[in-house]
């Protein structure tokens, strides 16, 4: 299954943030 540029850029910023709410300590 292939991911298109626009669905792997959404993962990306889903992923930073996801990163930095964690460091904040969520």
Avoid: D, I
């Avoid at 850029?9 to 709410?21: C, F, I, Q, V, W």
Wanted: hydrophobic share 25%; charged share 25%; aromatic share 8%.
């Amino acid at each position: 299954m292939r991911k298109t540029n626009s669905e792997k850029a959404r993962g990306l910023s889903y992923n930073l943030t996801h990163h930095k709410l964690n460091s904040w300590g969520r």
